[in-house]
């Protein structure tokens, strides 16, 4: 198991769990190692960040270690991470680095590596680095505490390459196909890595728009806004008599959508109206979808009345990812709003999902109730409990047999799912019920246990 990159790359609390000298180390490991690959070649690689006060330690950090490595950056700066994924597999980049802690608050920050492909990068990789970081890199039988540092003109140069958000701007341009018309949409930006891409591009596309969370100040991403505070959102739309609205998180990987009324329209209603218009366009790839296993039951027995199978993965967007690229899928996504539209991009981008949706809904003229109207969500807690040892809570035999004992009780209408977070200290209890009342019971009598 990974000691700092988890399932959405190296993550924590800035300059305590990961430190600029951390992000220094990267730069020079990551310029080493593709050095390594292609000594007789310049290696580019692009770098891209979120709007954390710390983002900007960290991206100086990376591109010095980089730049000593012999490696040219290409610093796009204040972008999301599918822009830096598609840049990257457009491109002529070794790799991409997002500088990002996605929808926790601005005291974490992450770095994400990108291979060539814009895919996140391989588990061996990651097993190298961290070996570097911790001083226990064994190449050719020997330990290797330092890296060679590139000299005169072998030493990388730094490019200010904001010409990369364009090419990422019409890249978004070109799959939209449709004028909105002065279409009444409302985005929230999270005060984060979208709040300048998301409205050029919506205002491209010809809509009246409508904005929330669009000013940064380094310490505000996330705060009160974006899809992990939805509900500034759902007012919003109401008060503004919005037809649609989009919220993101701090790196707009993720897509929440508020339908006209203000309800939530989550990533696992997201997949229907997806899934439904791929199937009838033909487009489905072996008409199955992905899903993980936190997507909620209605979901399912919504694809099975129309026909289309689906499959589930651990929670992650990686792993939805994997079983795409393994197996053949178009299609997959997370209830959180993270989907991958996969004859596109390799990973989620949240302002391609809300395109998506909206050419849908223009081509169905009809609004975004509606077109999900046939999906009767399953009422669903999810609860965080704080643990010291996450992955010794989940395999504690006592609470796996309380857990089977609830799954049981509930006989096929609802569930019961605990999981360690893969990006936090914690442990994650999610109960389906037909009630909210069964719910929260249920909840309960997991969560005392845990404690």
């Known amino acids: 198991m990974a000691k700092y990159f988890g399932t959405d790359g190296f993550r924590g609390k800035a300059n305590v769990a990961l430190t600029a000298d951390h992000a ?18 310049k290696c580019k690689v692009v770098i891209g960040k979120d709007t954390r006060l710390s983002s900007y330690m960290f991206e100086h ?8 490595s012999g490696v040219d950056v290409y610093l796009m700066h204040v972008t999301t991470t599918a822009s830096i994924s598609y840049i990257t597999n457009n491109g002529d980049f070794c790799c991409g680095i997002m500088i990002t802690a996605s929808h926790n608050g601005y005291t974490d920050n992450g770095i994400k590596i990108l291979n060539c492909h814009g895919e996140k ?39 200010d390459f904001v010409d990369g958000r364009m090419q990422y701007l019409n890249f978004l341009f070109s799959i939209a196909n449709l004028q909105l018309d002065g279409m009444r949409i409302g985005i929230d930006t999270a005060n984060g890595a979208s709040w300048q891409i998301a409205q050029k591009h919506f205002e491209r596309l010809g809509a009246k728009l409508f904005v929330l969370g669009a000013s940064p100040n380094g310490t505000n991403v996330n705060k009160g806004v974006g899809s992990t505070h939805i509900e500034r959102l759902q007012h919003f739309v109401r008060e503004n008599n919005l037809q649609v609205g989009f919220a993101f998180d701090g790196d707009a990987d993720r897509c929440l959508c508020v ?14 109206l997806c899934a439904k218009d791929m199937a009838q366009r033909g487009k489905l790839a072996k008409n199955t979808v992905v899903t993980t296993v936190m997507s909620n039951i209605g979901l399912y027995k919504a694809l099975e009345k129309i026909g289309i199978n689906y499959c589930k993965t651990a929670v992650g967007d990686r792993f939805v990812y994997e079983e795409m690229r393994s197996n053949g899928f178009q299609l997959g996504g997370e209830q959180s709003g993270h989907v991958i539209f996969g004859e596109l991009e ?11 949706v909206l050419q849908i809904m223009v081509k169905q003229n009809a609004p975004l109730s509606k077109l999900v109207k046939d999906v009767k969500i399953f009422p669903q807690t999810l609860v965080n409990v704080a643990v010291h040892n996450k992955q010794k809570v989940v395999e504690s035999e006592k609470l796996q047999q309380i857990v089977q004992k609830q799954n049981e009780l509930l006989d096929g209408n609802g569930r019961v799912l605990v999981r360690a977070s893969g990006t936090e200290e914690v442990v994650r209890i999610m109960v389906e019920a037909e009630t909210i009342e069964l719910c929260h019971q249920v909840t309960k009598i997991v969560q005392s246990a845990i404690e």
Request: glycine fraction near 12%; avoid cysteine; aromatic fraction near 10%.
């Open 259 to 272: 339908d006209e009324n203000g309800k939530v329209v989550d990533g696992d209603l997201i997949l229907y």
């Open 24 to 41: 220094y180390k990267i730069g020079r490991f990551v310029g080493w190692y593709f050095k390594r690959k292609n000594p007789a070649e």
């Open 61 to 68: 950090a990376l591109t010095a270690g980089l730049t000593a």
């Open 121 to 159: 990068i391989d588990d061996a990789f990651v097993e190298m680095l961290e070996n570097y970081i911790d001083g226990n890199l064994v190449v050719d039988g020997i330990v290797l505490h330092n890296l060679p540092f590139a000299t005169e003109e072998r030493i990388g140069k730094v490019v």
């Open 346 to 356: 390799n990973t989620g981008d949240g302002l391609v999902t809300a395109t998506k």
